[in-house]
């Protein structure tokens, strides 16, 4: 009997072919800061970073547009990352201790990151535990046929690049002269540090943790044992003549290295720069010597363990100048970028790269007091937590351009200095485009960010906090007093997250393209309107109040307090200025905004009801409560969730009062039990008009079209609710010359309640010829085709479980699909995108665009609503990434694959933004170039690889005499 | 003291309504008969063969044929009782089914108050006196061990009461015995219509929802589609009770439906390729228009506004300078809403029924499509 319902459109070959050019899905691009990196490594030769991730995605970055990536195919983390300078390989190391080398493909117009091999050091069987063979650190040599691997049971291997052959080295003739508290049980302990000698790449400085520090000469098998405290890291001074080790105390120290005298047992210098009390540890430390004089010295940790111990600090260290980084997240780790030529005599270092936890940042080491170098890619979205964006497609150039400048004149102490990691080729065309994503943050900012290419860019950042009283004012110029002079702290990096005031936090954004007028509104009830202005200016705000209640009785707000604005005149900087602040009660977080800057008028919706407002008067229109007399979790605010905390509370004692009485055993058996009782069980029942948040206003849109009758169209406004209700009003606009004296009226034309009472996720309002009504002045300034006002309009109406078209002005059913009933998922998020061909520049279709709960995407052709396509795009276990997702007007989409990270994808053939880049590796492609295991000197007749590789661990001397001559 | 009201006497042939209110004590209404006589006297009608009915707050129509029947209409009154009278015909069948109000057209001929009303046997309602709450369909074309089952939700406010699974089931393939995953009914609520109907049991694995399998579909997508199809549900199930099942094709099957009194798989066919279920609409109203897609189940309620005014071209005409398309010339006084009808309630009834209805009410008309 069914049967009927499902009209499958014939296979019609044309149609398929025109589809095929319209629709096509990638995961384009990832923007902004990876997400818990892990490991950084640097290649100075092709002037490439890479940044490991706890994940297994490797990622490099060369000059900006050049990018690749590359995933692990376990989920381990990445503890190592390096270069083989010049190659483009990348060893890495994850922490399942697996060895991974990655190369760099060029394909046609990208370059992609391919696993070439993986290895693991075998371990010995029986009782020998694997952490012997675990690696510690890797030295990949700088003439790329040979790596040392260093493991924790002391030993080095010694394999070539494709991991063939193995050679291990092991120092136990040192194992009876060393003192005691130098070895580890049976073996020198782990290895900390290999480091290449920088003029002779034969000698390797090898250092164990316990401070013992060897000098190892490939060819000679010359030893130089220094002993050291506790080691943390090594680096070799340039010149070769001596070293610098860090160690846990807090200090470092500079060794002599000459080959007069091989063992030197007095370190030249020895400092603990932020003694004398005790410091915490120096994790890793870089000596550059300069041409100006003095050494640069850099290092990271270090600090008083009492006072500053819980800092994420990096020190610079010149002479006299001294500077503490202090950043708000864990340094990863850090490199500079220096002179690499053997033949200069000093390092010279033009930059410093640090990648902290949750961002990456560059200091310039030319110019004077350091400044900070801003980041063209990897932007750290996440300073504060993100709670809303939007994107606007096609800005036109003098927004843009205004947006820009406004950025501009907000960032001080910035150098001229450019980007110094350059590596690889942009091939991007340059975009057609200019692209804004717009990103609402916890804190009350939002932030305005390029995204017309492939590196997410930022432009300019406006914070709504000022216009508040809020508690946090003073508290900053409080801690600056409070620091000291010493060390002298420097804050740098913008990632903050803690926020001030939950209240502030960003929910809802609208921008107009054309007039600048910007519309922001939060968790608090605050609807902000601001003007784009290009002078600074001091100025009052206008303050309203709408009262969403209506005089609904038997209501009272247990949630949070509105903020309390300002009283006085506030400053602003050039850019987006607040004019006026409309203030919801109760001050529920907004949940829908609409602007029409033509007709001066914005529309907002909580989960109580909606309003509008006259921002030119600034005098409220309307408001309408949108509560069921039934739902009372609407107006407890955010804390409703107590109830169901108290519920899931009171089970659990019950669980553990079951569990006391009847013993440990029978409480196991009974979960088991409980288990197999009540399965997982869903509850079939229509929704109904009392559900919870019944009344949570869900969209809003602005129309002008046909609702009073079928010959004369006008300002609407249309707003929909989580129960299925939609409320269409007709608007009385005054001419715009008449702005000032006449006043916005609102009269209720029509209410729609869908049967099926699902939420309405949007609504649309078609023209005649089925296309969505264009923007705000995009007519009146002959930017878009006029709407086809003499055909009949009709309404798209989106809800969480099904489309449907119904004709204007008489709301009849003219299409629908229900998505839901066929497909078992629900809408989460929609919009009308204009598909453009590949094969032909002039056609194009407009297509409904659905994202479901499952992560997949729907494309329906509008007005008839068939289904054209679907992608799976996001795991539908991601809620946070679905709930994030926005789409463009072009056919492409945004959505969180962490909190730092956007995942750009396309569903357009023609519309892709993606890394067209080229890298030139200078890489040996026959493999017999590099024989396996070139170093002579390791080619003794016991040391073959399957000997050796089993005696990683216990050592007999037998073993010592062989390698050690 | 009550006041009741009696509205249109619909005449088979002619459309002529004629609206009477009056009052009644709620506790001396008396006996069915005497409230009859007392209709055919208020209308002057005395010996005419009328059939009475009442719209229950749900909106349906009921019959009033018996003493229980009209206390229970009386004790609906809230305050008013709208009580509808019509003449008998005898051509046309007799249905009281869900929704009624909308088919009244179809008349409410075939109820037999009249001739019975001397009888002194008991009053056996027949089928058509109740509202069709489930059925089994499609039994000639499934298998004899599943079912399709049909569940009405309109009309009434009893939960579909019933909790659904994940499960393994068991296939034979030409490959041998096969685990797959399957979801199946967990639980009944007592007193809702799943139960009530008897024709689902927990453990009855569900195979198909509205015709569309649910094989490979998670435990969350079925309740999905069950929900948005909740109001016209039918579900293919596979009971776990065997015995009950369908033998012989084409027979007349009734499986345990006792209390409901489904008709047989010829009327159940009937009512399942048939707009069985309409909207519930609050009032009933001759010009109430039936949407005519045959997907039956979601009629949306569209509420339109009365007071919205007519066009006024001065005031576009602002934004007619800025399209360019506007006409310059409006019609005055002209009705945007042709279609719009009032009500009864606000035309004739000072009082508004109920609280809940008058939120709807307060902003104008209803049109149900």
Known sequence: ?965 | CLPMIRIPEANSLSFEAEYRRFALKKNGAGSFQEFYQLLQTIHRIPGVDVLLGYADIHGDLLPINNDDNFHKALSSANPLLRIIIQRRDEDEPVVFPTNSLQRRKKGLAGLRPSQQKNKPALLIGLPQDFRQISSIIDVDILPETHRRVRLHKHGTHKPLGFYIRDGVSVRVTPQGVEKVPGVFISRLVRGGLAESTGLLGVNDEILEVNGIDVAGKSLDQVTDMMVANSHNLIVTVKPANQRNNVVHRGSKASAGNGSAGSGGSALSHESAHSPASQTVSQCSNSNSVAEGDSDDDDTDLIIESDNLPSYTPHRSLANGNIHGNTPSSGVFGHRPLPQSVSLPSSSSLPTKTSSSQESMREDGNFITL
């Open chain 1, 1 to 965: 009997m069914m049967k009927f319902r499902f009209r499958r459109q014939g296979h019609d070959p044309q149609r398929e072919k025109i589809k095929q050019d319209l629709f096509a899905f990638n995961k384009t691009v990832e923007h902004g800061f990876p997400n818990q990196p892990s490991a950084l490594a640097y290649d100075p030769k092709l002037q490439l970073m890479a940044i490991g991730t706890k994940s297994g995605a490797i990622k490099v970055y060369g000059a900006p547009g050049v990018e690749c990536t590359g995933l692990h195919k376990e989920t381990a983390t990445v503890t190592q990352l390096h270069f083989f300078p010049g190659q483009g390989r990348i060893l890495s190391l994850l922490d399942d201790n697996t060895l991974h080398l990655w190369e760099i493909e060029q394909k046609e117009q990208c370059s992609h990151l391919e696993e070439v091999c993986s290895f693991m050091l075998p371990g010995r069987s029986g009782i020998e535990s694997t952490s012997a063979t675990r690696v510690t650190v890797l030295l990949p040599k700088l003439s790329c046929d040979l790596l040392a691997v260093g493991t924790e049971g002391g030993g080095v291997h010694f394999l070539d690049y494709l991991f063939a052959g193995s050679n291990i080295l092991l120092l136990t003739t040192l194992f009876s002269s060393v003192p005691e508290e130098y070895k580890c049980g049976k073996s020198l302990g782990p290895v900390e540090s290999l480091q290449e000698h920088p003029q002779h790449p034969d000698k390797i400085l090898i250092g164990y943790s316990r401070g013992l520090v060897v000098l190892w000469d490939l060819q000679i098998f010359v030893v130089c044992v220094f002993l050291l405290q506790q080691l943390e890291s090594l680096v070799w001074v340039r010149s070769g003549n001596s070293f610098v080790s860090s160690h846990s105390d807090g200090g470092y120290m500079v060794w002599p290295v000459s080959s007069s005298t091989p063992c030197t047992h007095e370190p030249v210098t020895s400092t603990i720069p932020y003694g004398p009390f005790p410091c915490k540890a120096v994790n890793k430390i870089l000596w550059r010597t300069t041409e100006s004089g003095a050494p640069l010295v850099l290092f990271s940790g270090g600090m008083p363990r009492a006072s500053y111990g819980d800092r994420h600090c990096l020190t610079i260290l010149q002479d006299s100048q001294h500077i503490t980084l202090d950043f708000t997240s864990r340094v990863i780790d850090f490199f500079t970028i220096h002179c690499i030529d053997r033949d200069k005599e000093f390092d010279d270092p033009l930059a410093l790269v640090v990648l902290l936890e949750e961002e990456l940042v560059v200091i310039d080491l030319q110019t004077a007091g350091w400044p900070t170098i801003p980041s063209p890619y990897l932007a750290p979205l996440h300073s504060s937590a993100i709670t809303c964006s939007y994107h606007i497609s096609n800005v036109p150039t003098k927004l843009w351009d205004r947006v820009i400048s406004a950025g501009q004149r907000q960032c001080h102490l910035q150098t001229h200095t450019n980007w110094p990691i350059c590596g690889g080729k942009n091939l991007a065309p340059s975009p057609k485009q200019q692209e804004l994503l717009l990103t609402g943050h916890e804190d009350g900012t939002v932030r305005f960010w390029d995204a017309s290419g492939v590196s997410l860019r930022p432009l300019y950042k406006l914070s709504t906090a000022n216009i508040f009283q809020t508690d946090c004012d003073h508290n900053d110029s409080l801690t600056q007093a409070g620091e000291e002079d010493w060390p002298p702290f420097r804050k740098v990096g913008c990632f903050d997250p803690y926020s001030d005031d939950p209240r502030l936090g960003i929910q809802k954004i609208c921008l107009c393209k054309y007039s600048g007028k910007l519309l922001v509104a939060g968790t608090a009830g605050q609807v902000i309107v601001l003007y784009l202005c290009d002078e600074k200016s001091d100025h009052m705000i206008d303050v309203a109040t709408v009262d969403l209640l209506q005089d609904r009785e038997g209501f009272t707000w247990k949630g949070h307090d509105r903020l309390p604005p300002k009283s006085s005149s506030v400053p602003f900087a050039p850019g987006f200025q607040p004019v006026v602040l409309v203030q919801c009660m109760p001050p529920a977080a907004v949940t829908a905004v609409t602007l029409h800057a033509e007709w001066n008028l914005i529309a907002f919706g909580t989960s109580h009801g909606f309003g509008l407002f006259d921002y030119h008067r600034r005098s409220p229109v309307l408001a309408r409560c949108t509560l069921h007399p039934n739902d009372s979790l609407a107006m407890e605010g955010p804390l409703s969730r107590v109830k169901s905390l108290k519920k899931s509370l009171r089970q659990s004692f019950r669980r553990i009062r079951k569990s006391r009485v009847s013993g440990k055993k029978c409480a196991l058996w009974l979960a088991e039990q409980d288990a197999e009782v009540t399965p997982v069980q869903r509850r079939i029942e229509p929704r109904s008009a009392d559900d919870s948040l019944s009344g949570v206003v869900r969209c809003l849109c602005f129309a002008d079209t046909f609702l009073r009758d079928g010959t004369h169209h006008g300002p609407t406004m249309w707003a929909g609710t989580n129960s299925g209700c939609v409320y269409a009003y007709a608007l009385d606009v005054p001419s715009q010359d008449k702005f000032s004296e006449q006043s916005v009226e609102a009269l209720l034309g029509k209410e729609i309640q869908l049967m099926h009472r699902a939420p309405v996720v949007s609504i649309a309002v078609l023209d005649g010829r089925g296309n969505p009504l264009p923007e705000p002045y995009e007519v009146s300034r002959d930017l878009a085709k006029a709407p086809d006002m003499q055909g009949s309009h009709s309404v798209l109406i989106a809800s969480e479980e099904q489309f449907k078209v119904f004709m204007l002005p008489r709301v009849s059913a003219k299409t629908k699909f229900k998505l839901t009933a066929h497909e078992g998922c629900r809408v989460r998020k929609v919009a009308l995108v204009n598909f453009s061909s590949v094969a032909s520049e002039d056609y194009s279709e407009n297509g409904l665009v659905c994202l479901t709960n499952l992560g997949d995407i729907h494309v329906f052709s509008i007005p008839a609503l068939r289904p054209q396509v679907r992608y799976d795009c996001i795991r539908k276990e991601d809620i946070s990434g679905i709930a994030s997702c926005v789409f463009t007007k072009t056919g492409q989409g945004f959505y969180l694959i962490s909190p730092s990270e956007y995942e750009r994808f396309s569903l357009s053939a023609r519309v892709i933004t993606k890394p067209l880049c080229q890298l030139d590796v200078d890489r040996p492609h026959d493999p017999s170039e590099l024989s396996p295991l070139s170093s002579p000197a390791l080619d003794s007749p016991n040391s073959s690889a399957d000997i050796t590789l089993d005696t990683t661990g216990e050592l007999t001397v037998e073993d010592v005499k062989d390698f050690l001559v």
